[in-house]
């Protein structure tokens, strides 16, 4: 059986179901192995690239393995491709699994499956890793959209880290309901509004519908020139968050320029604080990433902090 240290925070990813499953799961294995509940802290990847790592040890999950968390007692539940190797850290890594999937694993050896975890880990796997061949998929879909639609904290709230109160919970019947009459609708609006940000990146409007499932049909129905596409959320605190698609491997390169991150084809990254609605969103990636000749990057957010002020 596997043998850990107790650390001190449990760190996961907030913008989707997988970095709230793994997490969930990680406080429940820390309090069967410890006694303890452990502090769980979730963070976009933005902010988490910047965050200062000073604990002495910490569980770590759905996060891309780098070296700043290369240390000693630390251990990094992942699934996304790394080219560093551990030589401190402890990572428990697998490409073809979910985190959360990585992470109940675990908890299954430690007697902390069910049936009812088995459904639900099945459910985030498959939405997560976007196996839209397997029979669940739609469902799978729903559930993830959950976080989407509601995000993070506001079911942390809700359900904590009791997993099995997701299953089958009443806000299933409205993400339901959504995919049946919005997702038709959206897609055949969204097809037609499509803009350029560079030569291989167009900006998908989104005014209804599941985003990643808009999306996904339009990059497999080759409906648009561009091979990545990118849509922007607005969030109640005003940041606002790209996420990016692609089919062929190039949504990271491109999240990747605005300190993003994620999967190959699957990842996202929070815009700077100045970029406070959707049209500057907009014009502040046309700079990143399709950028005017003697334009430094690293200037781009005062730049833009000027527009803003009107200048």
Known sequence: MTEFIQPEVIFTHESDLDGYVAGALLQRLAKKLFGVVVPLEAYHYNYWKTRELREKSAWVADFTFEQRLDKANWVVFDHHATNWPPKFARLIHDTKKSAGLIVYEICREHGLGSPALDRLVHLNNVADLFLENDPQFTTACDYANLVKVYQFWNLHALIGNDL???????????????????????????????????????????????????VHQLLEQRATKFPVLVTLFKRANNLVIASFRSRDGEALKVAEKLQGGGHANAAGALLPKSVKNIPDAIDYLRAVLQPKAGAPLNTLESLFAGIEAGK
């Not at 109160?165 to 959206?186: F, N, Q, S, W």
């Not at 509004?193 to 005014?207: A, D, L, N, Q, Y």
């Open 164 to 214: 099995e109160k997701l299953l089958d919970h009443p806000l299933l019947e409205v993400m339901a309901v959504k995919r049946r009459v919005e997702d038709p609708i959206g897609f055949a609006w969204s097809k037609n509004f499509v803009t350029e940000i560079s030569p291989t990146v167009g900006h998908v409007e989104i005014v209804i519908g599941n985003t990643n499932l808009v």
